[in-house]
């Protein structure tokens, strides 16, 4: 009976031995937690930030030609309706109506000038026909005086010198007179040209805005120019477009079918991280909706200009970074976390951050070393959310405490 008794005893003592150097096993080996063995490791020091899928090439649905005609009087128009975003069109469906009330209402107010300009039009024509028919018939009278004095210095050749003079002044001055009327008859007539022009571009004008209007009217029908999946265009601030919002000649997309066969992410970077990225730089994308996915990226093009949005502080840089799916399907709009990754130090000692300890501007770790617990001073480098470069202080195989134990070395090493 005492055997069996000892045995048991033994076989607890032993199994707790076991449990005991699992737990102290994984308390060491799990970085984390109080006890961490240095060691030396690849560094990389990155940018995470959320991204939206998108299409590398996208085809526009924008504001039709017919509204963005540059005499077109109105240059902005309102979002009557759209189709829900994310919808599946083909060539040719409806996706967008703009509004079509103040195309009416310009129709009318052109319709009406359009008339005025008629009758100032006609009754310009006929003051010109009556004003030259006058001038005319004013030359046909002088012509008439003009024979009728020439005969009478063709007879003076009969009488006195002095008539004969008298009579060649009278023809003489008949000429000029001849020669002003019809000087003036032809300037009048290029005045009366000119103005009768000027109401014609008028109405010309009018016209062409009538005819303009018109085809605008029946152009407030916005189609797909092919199939794909609608996405709403974003306005200056990042905000999507939405019904009762303009668009113009200045931004006329209403929407996007963007082309997933060479999908991107879509990002915005704060203004102080932006200069630490560039072209080129390697990424790492996973994807809420594929959770278990990962996918690698490069950094492809970085605004030039940054923005104010909505939901930031400062002015953000738009960037794009380049991705396979390698098969997997997604989906335009789709919420993406880009880890930028903009340096790699390789084979460095390093630590995790909740490590290292600061006091009175002086960095250190609680080192554990040949059974006691001291405070030791390091140097630390770059760091990132997890891990920071320990550049002196500190060797491969040293154990360091998260937190201080109960019993301290009071010495600084």
Do not use: C
Not at 21 to 45: D, Q, Y
Not at 305 to 325: C, N, P
Not at 328 to 351: A, L, Q, W, Y
């Amino acid at each position: 009976m005492k055997r069996r008794r000892t045995r048991i005893f033994i076989v607890l003592i032993a199994a707790v031995a076991v449990i005991a150097g699992a737990i102290v096993a994984a308390i060491v080996s799990v970085p984390g937690e109080n006890l961490h063995k240095v060691k030396r490791g690849n560094f990389t020091l990155a940018i995470e930030v959320k991204g939206e899928i998108q299409g590398k090439n996208a085809i526009v649905i924008g504001m039709p030609d017919e509204l963005a005609h540059r005499d077109m009087p109105i240059r902005q128009f309102e979002i009557k309706e759209m189709v829900e975003e994310g919808t599946e069109v083909n060539t040719g469906d409806w996706v967008a109506t703009l509004d079509a009330a103040e195309i009416s209402q310009q129709i009318e107010r052109n319709s009406q000038d359009l008339e005025r300009a008629t009758a100032e039009l006609n009754d310009a024509k006929i003051d010109s026909s009556i004003t030259l028919t006058n001038l005319r018939e004013e030359l046909g009278e002088f012509v008439f005086d003009l024979e009728y004095k020439k005969i009478e210095l063709e007879q003076a050749q009969f009488e006195s010198p002095a008539y004969q003079r008298r009579k060649k002044v009278e023809y003489d001055q008949t000429v000029r007179l001849m020669d002003k009327k019809h000087r003036d008859y032809e300037l009048r007539k290029l005045n009366l040209k000119r103005r009768i022009s000027w109401f014609e571009n008028r109405y010309d004008r009018f016209f062409k805005r009538d005819s303009l209007l018109k085809v605008a009217l029946n152009a407030v029908r916005v189609t797909a120019p092919k199939e794909g999946t609608v996405m709403y265009a974003r306005l200056w601030n990042g905000r999507k477009l939405r019904v009762g919002d303009r668009v113009s000649m200045w931004m006329p997309t209403i929407a996007t079918l963007p082309d997933l066969s060479q999908p991107v992410s879509e990002a915005y970077i704060p203004e102080i991280d932006i200069t630490k990225i560039s072209l080129g730089d390697s990424a790492e994308i996973t994807i809420d909706a594929l959770p278990k996915d990962k996918f690698t990226g490069v950094v492809s093009d970085i605004a030039n200009i940054g923005q104010e949005l909505s939901g930031f502080d400062m002015r953000v840089f738009r960037i794009t970074i380049d991705f396979k799916t390698d098969g997997k399907e997604i989906k335009p709009s789709m919420t993406s976390n880009n880890k930028i990754i903009v340096s790699r130090f390789p084979d460095v000692i390093k630590i995790p951050r909740n490590f290292l300890q600061k006091q009175n501007g002086e960095s250190f770790v609680y080192l554990k070393e040949s059974g006691k617990i001291w405070k030791k001073r390091v140097t630390p480098g770059l760091e990132n959310d997890e891990e920071v470069i320990i550049e002196s202080g500190l060797s491969p195989g040293d154990k360091i405490l998260a937190s201080p134990p109960p019993k301290l070395e009071s010495a600084m090493l």
